[in-house]
């Protein structure tokens, strides 16, 4: 048989629960369930994982990483726009293409946030949850104004929760709806809102350069000698 090292198993066990969340809900996630869509032994849970809170903890980690990774493209500074709008809107469109290519990722952790706030005891979870969004939203407020120059008129703390808010309200619409159309309208609006809130550097005028006079041919001291 072949040994599946413990790192890979917690990975396959995280990607399992991902999808019985996204699927039948955070109630229907059982440590059976999950083995059961991963493919695994019971004993392989508990070889990993001390509890269930301890994997639900680690689903969290393991989607704002990936959250992470779709964002870098538009903040890596060899490839980012310069202008900080378009910057927002990069990365605004990153976010969204990495929900359309795994819209069950999202779908889960907002199941996760209502289980969490309707089950006593659990809130924290769901306290986590965005404390680790802020986290990744501020990293990347502070990064975009970085490369481009600019500066945040709020603390950079407000400016993610702001960040937050929107990207909440276009990945729901975006996964009720599938409108792209729609989306791209909500990035738009949510780069400008955000854009609007920063001084950002003003482009330096050009400054004419001054025109070589010309000579008249009547000043020239050896035009009588040709």
Do not use: C
């Amino acid at each position: 048989m072949t040994r599946i090292a413990p790192a890979a198993r917690r990975a396959s066990l995280v990607q399992a629960a991902l999808r019985v969340i996204a699927r039948d809900g955070v109630a229907a996630a059982t440590t059976r369930r999950i083995v059961a869509e991963a493919g695994m032994p019971l004993a392989s849970f508990h070889y990993v994982f001390a509890s269930r809170d301890e994997l639900m903890a680690e689903l969290v980690n393991t989607v704002v990483a990936g959250e992470q990774t779709d964002l870098e493209p538009a903040l890596d500074p060899a490839t980012a726009p310069l202008e900080l709008r378009a910057a927002i809107r990069s990365g605004l469109q990153h976010y969204l293409d990495g929900v359309r290519a795994d819209p069950d990722r999202e779908k889960a952790m907002f199941e996760l946030t209502q289980w969490a706030l309707r089950e006593p005891g659990f809130a924290p979870l769901a306290r986590r949850q965005y404390d680790r969004y802020y986290e990744l939203a501020e990293r990347a407020a502070r990064d975009a104004a970085e490369l481009t120059g600019s500066s945040w008129r709020l603390p950079v703390a407000e400016v993610a929760r702001l960040l937050v808010t929107l990207t909440d309200g276009l990945t729901i619409a975006w996964l009720v709806t599938r409108d792209d159309a729609a989306a791209d309208r909500a990035i738009d609006f949510a780069a400008d809102a955000l854009a609007a809130i920063a001084d950002v550097p003003q482009p330096v005028p050009a400054v004419p350069s001054a025109p070589v006079p010309s000579v008249p041919f009547a000043l020239d001291p050896n035009a009588g000698a040709r």
